[in-house]
Nanobody, 121 residues
Framework: QVELVESGGGLVQTGGSLRLSCAAS????????MGWYRQAPGKERELVASITVGYSTNYADAVKGRFTISRDNAKNTVYLQMNSLKPEDTAVYYCKVQARVHYTGGYINYWGQGTQVTVSS
């Protein structure tokens, strides 16, 4: 059974920091890209940051210079260090793990349950 367990969300004041973690288990295929998305009330889910298996990273413009994504391939875990948080960062944050299905060459995306991040002004 595939399970993505997220942790680290919470309430923080403007300028504060949080570190999100997402540990994947039960995935039998090779894990490829990992990433974090967020969804604020009334808005669509958007990419925050992603990281390839080779550690190349990509960030949304809104978080560049403030957020850092990293991964531990041995632990199948992806992290998001969030610094200088702003009220507009308030959202539910979801991790996504992409796995490659070796016998088809296709990919499967797995999603975490989401963790709430609230930044007070």
């Amino acid at each position: 059974q595939v399970e993505l367990v997220e942790s680290g969300g919470g309430l923080v004041q403007t300028g504060g920091s949080l570190r999100l973690s997402c540990a994947a288990s039960g995935i039998t295929f090779s894990i490829n890209d990992m990433g974090w998305y967020r969804q604020a009330p009334g808005k669509e889910r958007e990419l925050v940051a992603s990281i390839t298996v080779g550690y190349s990273t990509n960030y949304a413009d809104a978080v560049k210079g403030r957020f850092t994504i990293s991964r531990d391939n041995a632990k199948n875990t992806v992290y998001l260090q969030m610094n200088s948080l702003k009220p507009e960062d308030t959202a539910v944050y979801y991790c996504k793990v992409q796995a490659r299905v070796h016998y088809t060459g296709g990919y499967i995306n797995y999603w975490g349950q989401g963790t709430q991040v609230t930044v007070s002004s």
